[in-house]
Structures are given as structure tokens and as C-alpha cells.
């Protein structure tokens, strides 16, 4: 019986952390932000930018996991490698209306960028 409890508890977990939990949102101001790429998840994760702006995605990997090496955005194209305790930049200029989303090759780190 508790066996069976402590799995629902489990289960319940899992799928609040990958489908249901929503970060809070940060709206990008000075045109740069800096991700932090830590223990499974990037901070912030939700991402706001206007759309007339540039803006510079600063991703600082502290993690050592092979699956946080390689940030991913497929709708622009873009595939980097993050050294580990280094910030990679990555610039976005004329960027369209919408959502982003940007993750590890595993989809385990994920994130969203919104451009208004």
C-alpha cells in the first residue's frame, strides 16, 4: 500500500515538472540576459524580448552533465556548444513575433523564448 502511494506521489511529480509547471517570465530590458544552465533546467527558462530590439542570450553552463553541453533552438536554426563554466553568447537580430523554444538534444532542459 505504501509502495503504491509513494509511486502515484512519484508519477504526480514527474508530470508537474515536465508538462504542467510554468517558470515565471522575464522580460529583457537592456537588450542581454543571462541563463544560467544548472541541476536539470535552465534559470530563467521563459524568456520575453520585443521583437524591434537585438538581444543577446548569455547561457552560463555550471553543470557537468553531457546532456547540458548543446543548447538548441530549431526554429532559428541554431546549435551551440556550452563550455562549462564559460558564458557562450548567442545574438538574435530581427527576430519575428512568436515563440521559440530552446532545450538540450535530449529535451530534458527546456525553455521558451517569446518575442512580443
Not at 508530470?15 to 530590458?29: A, C, S
Request: hydrophobic share 45%.
Amino acid at each position: 500500500m505504501l509502495i503504491n502511494l509513494l509511486g502515484l506521489v512519484l508519477i504526480a511529480l514527474i508530470v508537474w515538472w515536465f508538462w504542467l509547471y510554468k517558470p515565471n517570465k522575464t522580460i529583457v530590458q537592456n537588450r542581454e540576459v543571462l541563463i544560467e544552465v544548472k541541476d536539470g533546467v535552465y534559470s530563467p527558462s521563459s524568456i520575453q524580448v520585443s521583437a524591434s530590439q537585438p538581444v543577446t542570450l548569455k547561457f552560463m553552463r555550471k553543470d557537468q552533465s553531457p546532456c547540458a553541453e548543446t543548447i538548441l533552438i530549431p526554429s532559428l536554426d541554431i546549435s551551440e556548444q556550452l563550455k562549462l563554466n564559460e558564458i557562450t553568447q548567442i545574438t538574435l537580430l530581427n527576430l519575428s513575433p512568436g515563440e521559440h523554444e530552446f532545450h538540450c538534444q535530449m529535451q530534458m532542459y527546456r525553455g521558451v523564448l517569446k518575442v512580443i
